[in-house]
């Protein structure tokens, strides 16, 4: 049940995504408000009926406690439901320190087995890169 909820917030932002900040907003009070409230009265609900120490308990109070946080993306639209965009961007910034690490140490190696690309190229593409894909 709280996989088809968090789907349906999922499907509004699908809609919503490329639209102005406005526009999206509007889409958010109108379809996303209703999902959200209905999600966070549903966890609620769910805790009284499962054990207090298990697992599932322990998640659904970490979800509660995070909502009032979440609650900001539906009433601005730049913001996004998610910080995915950020996680890929950060992959990219580790793997390029992780490359450049890999130049410092093949520094050592003969001049024809060296990498050929500096790590500075490859910084500067992946920031291209990062900037596409966290673009609308």
């Given at each position: ?46 805790l009284?009926?499962i ?9 659904i ?32 910034i ?19 087995w ?8 490859t ?7 990062i ?6």
């Open positions: 049940e709280a996989i088809r909820r968090i789907a349906g917030l999922y499907a509004v932002e699908k809609a919503a995504r490329g639209l102005p900040p406005d526009k999206r907003v509007k889409i958010r009070e109108a379809e996303a408000r209703p999902v959200f409230d209905g999600l966070e009265a549903w966890l609620a609900a769910q009284p009926d054990s207090g120490k298990s697992p599932l308990a322990a998640a109070r970490y979800a509660l406690t995070r909502m009032a946080r979440l609650r900001p993306y539906l009433d601005h639209g730049i913001l996004e439901i998610d910080n995915n965009c950020a996680e890929r961007a950060m992959r990219a580790f793997g390029i320190i992780g490359s450049a690490m890999a130049v410092i140490r093949l520094r050592s190696m003969p001049a024809h060296r990498l050929p690309r500096t790590a500075m190229t910084m500067a593409n992946t920031m291209i890169g900037h596409q894909m966290c673009s609308p």
